[in-house]
């Protein structure tokens, strides 16, 4: 008999990917009072939520609970198939990656202050900045809503946005 080798499942379905996407949706959820994904069943199972969540056409970051003013900062560890195109980079690369590389060096200011916001806040809606792709080409978001990341039990364990509305910046 032949032994098979063992695919290795794709980073965003392995379960601590699972987890954080029911993660992301719960906690969009409790801080917008709708979901974040319409169709999404309730009581479906975890890997049908990160299947749901990565495929979908709205992008999605999530970056770990660290201080944003720290050096290096928050560092990303979800981002769904939109916004690995959107920043060209593979899920390899972009997870793990230190947020605040997403954003220019003369944007980080004001995106740390908009973070800091979320900490305190929970949540706000309507956030737009400048953000740079993995070969420096510059794009504008809007109307993004930033939420903060609940664990299970209860404790804040990071950050969320999601937008959809986005254009290059010529120039």
């Known amino acids: 008999m032949e032994a098979r080798a063992e695919v290795p499942s794709a980073a965003w379905l392995t379960p601590r990917a699972q987890e954080l996407a029911v993660g992301i949706l719960n906690s969009y959820r409790q801080a917008y009072s709708q ?3 319409v169709g999404l069943c309730h009581d479906a199972k975890p890997l049908q939520w990160a299947q749901a969540l990565f495929q979908a ?3 999605v970051l999530a970056h770990d ?3 944003p003013s720290g050096d290096p900062g928050p560092r990303l560890i979800y981002a769904n198939s939109a916004a690995l195109r959107l920043w060209q980079r593979p899920w390899a ?3 793990g990656m230190p947020s605040r590389l997403t954003a ?3 944007q980080r200011t004001d995106r740390a202050r908009a973070l800091v916001s979320v900490q305190h806040r929970q949540a706000i809606k309507n956030y737009r900045g400048v953000r740079i792709d993995s070969h420096g080409r510059r794009f504008q ?3 993004a809503r930033v939420w903060t990341l ?3 039990s209860g404790q804040p364990c990071g950050q969320a946005a999601a937008f959809s509305d986005w254009h290059w910046i010529e120039g």
Do not use: K, M, R, S
Request: glycine share 10%; net charge negative; hydrophobic share 40%.
């Open 65 to 67: 609970g660290q201080d």
């Open 57 to 59: 056409e709205t992008l």
């Open 141 to 143: 978001i809007n109307g």
């Open 104 to 106: 220019e060096p003369a």
């Open 35 to 37: 979901p974040l994904l």
């Open 93 to 95: 690369e972009l997870v």
């Open 150 to 152: 609940w664990d299970p």
